[in-house]
C-alpha cells in the first residue's frame, strides 16, 4: 500500500500521469481507481475513522475540568448544562456536514476546509472574521494543550514524589521542563504532510482517551465507596465558601470548561475532506461519525464529570488526575497521564493540520516557483536507502511548523493556567465558530426563508449561544486576572 491508503500501482508514472490529467480533463476522474472526482488520491476514510478523529479532538483536556465545572453549578445544573452542549454541538455539527459539498451532496463542488465552506456560502467581512477566529482558536488550542501536557507529565513526577516523601511534602517542581519535552515532540510529529496520514495516531490518542478517561472514572468509584455515599449539593459550591461574586465567575467558567470540552467544530469539514466519495454522502457518514462520537463523549463526560463530583463534592480540584484529589495507587496514576500526554500528542496535530495546510498553500500561491517553498528532498525511512520507502521533506514546512510549536510552547510557559485558560478558549470558540457560522452557512445552503419558522428558531439558537459565551468569557478573564496577581513566569512552581 502507498501513502493515504493507496495502492502503489495509483502512483503514476509519466504517461500514466498524462493519462490521469488527460482523464481529469474529461471529468472522467470519478470512475478512477485511484482518484476521486476532483482528481486527488482516493479518500479512504470511513465513519470509524472520522470518529476516531473527532473524539481525538474532543475526548482532549476538557474531560478532566468537568467536575470542577458541575462543583460550580451543583448536581442540577451541572448534567443539565452538559446534555444542552452535547445536543447543541450535534445539531449545528449536522448542519454543518451538509456544507462540505455547495450543491448536491453527491456531485456538487467540495469545500475542504472549513475557510472554504464559509467562502462559497457566505461573503464579505464574515469570511475574514472567520479565518481569524478559526485559526486564532487552533493557535489557542495549541497552548492549552501544551499547559494540560506538561501538567500531566508534572503530575507523574509529584506522585511518585508523593509516595517516596509522604503527602505532607509540597514536591514542587516547575512546568517549564516538560512544556519544553513536550514541544520537543510536538516538533517531530509535525512534519507528517496531512490530515489522511495521521489516521493511527488519531486512533492511538482516541484509545489513551478511553484509557485515562477509565482510570478516572474507576478511582472516582472507589473513591465514593471510600466515602461511603455521594458528595456535593443541588446547587453546588454555597456562598460563605466562596464569595457572592467569585460564585458568579466560577459559575460563568464552567460553562467555558464544558464548551471547551465539546469544541470540534473547526475542523469538523478538514475531517470529513477524508471520507471515501459517495455512495453514501460525506455529509450523511459525516452525521452517523457525529451521532456515535459526541454520544461516546458525552457518555464519557456524564461518567467522569459526576463521579468526580461525587467523590470530591465542591473540593473538586480543577484536573481530576493531576489535581491530587488521588495520590494512591500511584503507578495507576502515572499510566493515566502518561495516557494523556500519548492522547495530547495526537490531539495537537489534528487540531493544527488545517492551520499547517492553510499557511502552506497559501505560500505555495504566493511564491510558485520558490524551491524552498515548493520544493521537496527525499529521506530514505530505511538504512538500506533505496530499497525502502523516502521520506519527502519540504523545507518550508520544516521551518514553518517548528517555528509555530515553539512559539507556541514559549507562549504556554508564560500562561500556564490550565482552567482560566480552558475556559476562556471554550468561550471565544463556542459561539462563532461551533454555532454561527454553521447556522448561517445552512440557511444559505439550503435557502432557508428569513422569517420562516425554522428560520426563527435557528437563530433563537445562535443568540442564546452568543449570551453564553460573553458571559462565560467574563469569568475566564477574570479567572486569568486574578491569577497574573500572584503568578512570576518561569518561576512560579506547582
Known amino acids: 500500500m502507498g501513502e493515504n491508503g493507496v495502492p502503489k500501482h495509483c502512483y503514476p508514472a509519466a504517461a500514466a500521469a498524462a493519462m490521469e490529467v488527460t482523464s481529469m480533463e474529461l471529468g472522467h476522474t470519478a470512475g478512477s481507481k485511484c482518484y476521486d472526482d476532483d482528481g486527488r488520491l482516493k479518500r479512504t476514510g470511513t465513519m470509524w475513522t ?11 483536556s476538557g474531560v478532566l475540568s468537568l467536575a470542577w465545572a458541575i462543583a460550580q453549578l451543583g448536581w442540577v445544573a451541572g448534567p443539565a448544562v452538559m446534555l444542552l452542549f452535547s445536543f447543541v454541538t450535534y445539531y449545528t455539527s449536522a448542519l454543518l456536514a451538509d456544507c462540505y459539498r455547495s450543491g448536491d451532496e453527491c456531485t456538487g463542488k467540495r469545500n475542504y476546509t472549513y475557510m472554504d465552506a464559509v467562502n462559497a456560502n457566505l461573503s464579505g467581512i464574515k469570511v475574514q472574521i472567520c479565518g481569524f477566529l478559526q485559526y486564532a482558536n487552533i493557535i489557542g488550542v495549541a497552548i492549552g494543550y ?3 501536557a506538561s501538567i500531566s507529565m508534572l503530575a507523574i513526577k509529584k506522585a511518585n514524589c508523593f509516595h517516596v516523601e509522604g503527602h505532607g511534602d509540597p514536591c514542587s517542581i516547575s512546568s517549564t521542563p516538560y512544556m519544553i519535552i513536550f514541544g520537543v515532540a ?24 478511553f484509557t485515562y478517561s477509565t482510570i478516572g472514572l474507576g478511582l472516582g468509584i472507589v473513591q465514593v465507596v471510600a466515602n461511603k ?40 469539514i478538514e475531517i470529513q475532506d477524508t471520507i471515501r466519495a459517495p455512495p453514501p454522502s460525506e455529509s450523511k457518514v459525516m452525521r452517523r461519525a457525529t451521532i456515535v462520537s459526541v ?7 456524564m461518567l467522569c464529570g459526576c463521579m468526580g463530583y461525587a467523590a470530591f463534592g465542591d473540593a473538586a480540584p480543577g484536573n481530576l488526575l493531576t489535581g491530587f484529589g488521588f495520590y494512591e495507587p500511584f503507578w495507576l496514576l502515572d499510566v493515566a497521564n502518561a495516557a494523556i500526554v500519548v492522547h495530547l500528542v495526537g490531539a495537537y496535530q489534528v487540531y493544527c493540520q488545517p492551520l499547517f495546510a492553510f499557511v502552506e498553500k497559501w505560500a505555495q500561491q504566493r511564491w510558485p516557483k520558490s524551491k524552498y517553498i515548493t520544493g521537496e528532498v527525499d529521506v530514505p525511512l530505511s538504512l538500506s536507502g533505496s530499497a525502502g520507502r523516502c521520506y519527502k521533506m519540504n523545507l518550508f514546512r520544516l521551518t514553518w511548523r517548528t517555528a509555530f510549536v515553539v512559539a507556541t510552547t514559549v507562549v504556554s510557559m508564560l500562561l500556564p493556567f490550565f482552567n482560566d485558560v480552558v475556559g476562556l478558549l471554550g468561550a471565544l470558540g463556542f459561539w462563532p465558530l461551533t454555532v454561527y457560522f454553521p447556522v448561517e452557512m445552512y440557511i444559505v445552503q439550503k435557502k ?24 462565560s468569557a467574563a469569568g475566564s478573564v477574570a479567572g486569568i486576572i486574578s491569577d497574573l496577581k500572584v503568578y512570576k513566569p518561569f518561576v512560579t512552581t506547582y
Open 50 to 60: 472520522a470518529s476516531a478523529h473527532i473524539i481525538t479532538a474532543v475526548i482532549g
Open 146 to 148: 501544551t499547559i494540560a
Open 229 to 268: 455515599g455521594v458528595q456535593g449539593s443541588l446547587t453546588g459550591i454555597s456562598v460563605g465558601v466562596v464569595t457572592p461574586i467569585d460564585k458568579v465567575w466560577r459559575s460563568l467558567q464552567a460553562f467555558g470548561d464544558i464548551a471547551f470540552a465539546y469544541s470540534y467544530s473547526l475542523i469538523l
Open 448 to 471: 432557508v426563508p428569513r422569517w420562516s419558522t425554522r428560520w426563527v428558531c435557528l437563530q433563537l439558537l445562535s443568540l442564546a449561544c452568543l449570551i453564553i459565551t460573553v458571559a
Open 295 to 301: 454520544a461516546v463523549t458525552t457518555l464519557f463526560y
Open 186 to 209: 510536538e516538533i517531530f510529529f509535525s512534519q507528517i504532510p496531512d490530515f489522511d496520514q495521521i489516521s493511527w495516531l488519531s486512533i492511538l490518542a482516541a484509545v489513551m482517551s
